[in-house]
Structure formats: C-alpha cells, structure tokens
C-alpha cells in the first residue's frame, strides 16, 4: 500500500455574504455571528450598502481581533475581506 503524497493543498473556506439594503446595525450583527461560527483562517467576504458599516466594520473587527484583507467601493456596493484569526 501506498500513501497518496500528491493531494493538493484545498485553500481555506471563503464565504461571500450579501447585505445589500439591511440597515444598521444588521450588517454588524450578522457579520459578528458569522465570525464566530468560522475557523481560524477561513474568509468571509461582505457586500453592504450601509455607508455606516465604513465605521462600524473596522470596530468590530478591532474588538473581534479578525483581519480585514481588503475593502472596496463600487458604486454604493461596500465590500469587506474579512479573514478570522
């Protein structure tokens, strides 16, 4: 018997999450629920078009101690990179 030495190496779970239209401070609350149900390392990605979650996400994510990777704007559309650590 041989062991299976080349198995690839699967990338860490991303999640992308759409919370177009929910108002604050939704947006916040189920990103901290999703957070917590993560493991070390996987991604979640936010969609949101709250322009509150610009100031709500990075405090979050301070007192959570997660990494926010990349934001971005387009158009209205606010996205978030968020990787748990």
Same mark, same amino acid.
């Given at each position: 018997?041989?062991?299976?030495?080349? /198995?690839?190496?699967?990338? =860490? $779970?991303?999640?992308?999450?759409?919370?177009?239209?929910?108002?604050? +401070? @939704?947006?916040?609350?189920?990103?901290? /629920?999703?957070?917590?149900? =993560? $493991?070390?390392?996987?991604?979640?990605?936010?969609?949101?078009?709250? +322009? @509150?979650?610009?100031?709500?996400?990075?405090?979050?994510?301070?007192?959570?101690?997660?990494?926010?990777?990349?934001?971005?704007?387009?158009?209205?559309? @606010?996205?978030?990179?968020?990787?748990?650590?």
């Amino acid at each position: 018997m041989s062991a299976d030495h080349g /198995k690839a190496i699967v990338p =860490m $779970a991303e999640s992308k999450i759409n919370m177009r239209g929910l108002k604050c +401070p @939704l947006p916040v609350l189920k990103t901290r /629920k999703l957070l917590s149900t =993560m $493991a070390t390392g996987e991604v979640l990605v936010i969609e949101c078009t709250d +322009p @509150l979650v610009t100031i709500d996400i990075p405090n979050l994510i301070r007192q959570t101690g997660d990494t926010i990777e990349q934001h971005s704007k387009k158009g209205r559309v @606010l996205t978030f990179r968020i990787r748990k650590s």
